[in-house]
């Protein structure tokens, strides 16, 4: 189920993708040849007016085909053409549009991912409100791979001490793992079934959070807002977690660190876990997801839209278009590194499982 969760979720955020370049494309007087979903050999195919939308085999991707001057300078020379007709449709070619509308259809994609990625957020607060910690001692949520989870706290476990001091309060809870620093502490737990136990547990500190923690979140009980606060609080969302994914994607580049990196494996069973545990979690992950997709598209890297308007800058600076084999070469490279980084990925998803 995980799989089918996973790609039924890629499958959405590649389809919202490519849709951002499509419409753009079309309401911008650009022809676009054909719209595809996946990649590989084509599985389904339909004619619709000038374009071809087709569905292929693998349905990690997908892409716009753009119609190009190149193409129909090539036409032209082989007599497939006419004069007239080559006349006729170079104004509807990608190359022949003004570089803010050509702009616009590259990054149209990543602005349809942060686009929906805001909609699902303020449909999740619309729907089922807005998560409020209630400030007890139950445990919400336990981060994987932290020191709780390690230790074997669970959500909805009540920590009702720690180090033989009460904590009938979430606040005398965290001030407790915040005093102890780096040294073990000892919580006692309240498991659900009535049964308790005593866990040693050593907080690590987090760059994130600026102080050490043990990876556990508060129990929450969702609250009804308004339409106008779940707007705000959808754009809000959307705001703070593409600041986050940009500086945490920075920090790995800067640190050469892919500890925080995931590969389809990994996420997978993520989504897996996420519809496991309810709609309102899928959905707030499916929102996430889009917004990360976003920004990994912007990153100014070949094979993805930040590498083109890299190179499209570059040739506006310049005042003239690199040659197509240079930018055929560009995208070969770029395409080879992404591959390259997937299978790193998925290696080190496949030890991590091994070593598990």
């Known amino acids: 189920m995980s799989l089918v969760w996973f790609l039924i979720v890629i499958s959405i955020l590649v389809f919202v993708h490519e849709f951002g370049h499509f419409i753009i494309a079309k309401r911008g007087g650009i022809k676009v040849i054909e719209f595809a979903f996946g990649f590989g050999p084509r599985l389904i195919k339909v004619q619709r007016g000038e374009t071809l939308y087709s569905v292929r085999a693998f349905p990690l991707g997908g892409f716009c085909r753009f119609l190009s001057e190149h193409e129909l300078k090539a036409d032209l020379e082989e007599g497939v053409m006419t004069q007239e007709e080559y006349e006729k449709m170079l104004p509807r070619s990608f190359e022949r549009k003004s570089f803010g509308r050509r702009m616009g259809v590259i990054t149209g994609g990543p602005v349809f991912n942060f686009i929906f990625g805001a909609i699902l957020f303020v449909m999740l607060y619309a729907v089922w409100g807005s998560p409020v910690a209630t400030g007890s001692n139950v445990v919400g949520n336990v981060t994987p791979d932290y020191p709780a989870s390690l230790a074997g706290i669970e959500a909805g476990d009540r920590i009702v001490a720690v180090d033989g001091v009460l904590t009938p309060k979430w606040e005398d809870l965290t001030t407790k793992i915040v005093s102890?620093?780096?040294?073990?502490?000892?919580i006692q737990v309240e498991k659900p079934d009535g049964s308790f136990?005593?866990?040693?547990?050593?907080?690590?500190?987090?760059?994130?959070?600026?102080?050490v923690i043990i990876g556990i979140i508060n129990e929450t009980v969702l609250e009804k807002v308004s339409p106008w606060k779940a707007v705000w609080m959808g754009a809000r969302d959307t705001v703070e977690f593409t600041k986050f994914l940009i500086t945490t994607l920075v920090g790995m580049i800067v640190n050469l660190n892919a500890d925080g990196l995931g590969g389809p494996v990994k996420l997978a069973e993520q989504i897996g876990q996420g519809a496991e545990q309810g709609a309102s979690t899928l959905w707030t992950l499916t929102a996430i997801l889009s917004i990360q997709f976003g920004v990994i598209n912007m990153f100014p890297i070949p094979a993805v839209d930040g590498g083109q308007v890299i190179v499209m800058t570059y040739e506006?600076?310049?005042?003239?278009?690199?040659?197509?084999?240079?930018?055929?070469?560009?995208?070969?490279?770029?395409?080879?590194?992404l591959v390259l980084l997937m299978v790193g990925l998925l290696f080190k998803d496949i030890m991590g499982l091994l070593q598990a």
């Not at 102890?180 to 000892?186: S, V």
């Not at 136990?197 to 102080?211: F, L, S």
């Not at 560009?330 to 080879?336: E, K």
């Open 316 to 337: 506006r600076i310049r005042g003239k278009e690199l040659k197509p084999e240079v930018k055929g070469m560009i995208q070969m490279v770029g395409m080879a590194l």
């Open 180 to 186: 102890a620093k780096d040294q073990e502490i000892l």
């Open 197 to 211: 136990r005593e866990i040693p547990v050593k907080p690590q500190y987090d760059q994130v959070a600026k102080r």
